[in-house]
T-cell receptor, first 112, second 112 residues
């Protein structure tokens, strides 16, 4: 079965540094999405990249997708303490049934 | 305000109790989901309701029973739960089956 796997599991950086998180998956996808979750809250959608796209930007976020390697990366530039959260990738695929598979997440800590 | 509202935010119940979780979405979406989030595990899909179908994860025990009376409301009925069912239960909605999910802030369930 398909599964998104984030890497690393935890990341600690200083404010102002860039943070990079990676996601790998196993089968063909329709799109890949990144979500953020603050402690004890619901997930918030950040950005979606379609299978025919290679790179996408949104503010300080940059997402890349390499379908040949079945991997994606999320880059957060000029990180802030408020970026401290867990980040999840979710692979979306056309299926008469479950359409999303979430990875276990990367816990990002941005130290002031 | 996320557009998806879950009540209650916290719930403590004994193993012999019956309770229900409620979810309401104000986004005009066509699909609604229940997810279970346990510590150190990926998000687990429990049930999906959409215009076309209801999908359930076959590994979900029968002590969890979903109800979707209309496209805006979703319930999760709970009875004779076990301590291992303690988790954050998240409701989500989406416009279509592979479009971004909008999550509520969840119900933190503790089974004693």
């Amino acid at each position: 079965s398909q599964q998104g796997e984030e890497d690393p599991q935890a990341l600690s950086i200083q404010e102002g540094e860039n943070a990079t998180m990676n996601c790998s998956y196993k089968t063909s996808i329709n799109n890949l999405q990144w979500y953020r979750q603050n402690s004890g809250r619901g997930l918030v959608h950040l950005i979606l990249i379609r299978s025919n796209e290679r790179e996408k930007h949104s503010g300080r976020l940059r997402v890349t997708l390499d379908t040949s390697k079945k991997s994606s990366s999320l880059l957060i530039t000029a990180s802030r303490a408020a970026d401290t959260a867990s980040y999840f990738c979710a692979t979306a695929f056309d299926n008469y049934g479950q359409n999303f598979v979430f990875g276990p997440g990367t816990r990002l800590s941005v130290l002031p | 305000e996320t557009g998806v509202t879950q009540t209650p935010r916290h719930l403590v119940m004994g193993m012999t109790n019956k309770k229900s979780l409620k979810c309401e979405q104000h986004l005009g979406h066509n699909a609604m989901y229940w997810y279970k989030q346990s510590a150190k595990k990926p998000l687990e899909l429990m049930f999906v309701y959409s215009l076309e179908e209801r999908v359930e994860n076959n590994s979900v025990p029968s002590r969890f029973s979903p109800e979707c009376p209309n496209s805006s409301h979703l319930f999760l009925h709970l009875h004779t739960l076990q301590p291992e069912d303690s988790a954050l239960y998240l409701c989500a909605s989406s416009q279509a089956r592979t479009t971004p999910l909008h999550f509520g802030n969840g119900t933190r369930l503790t089974v004693t």
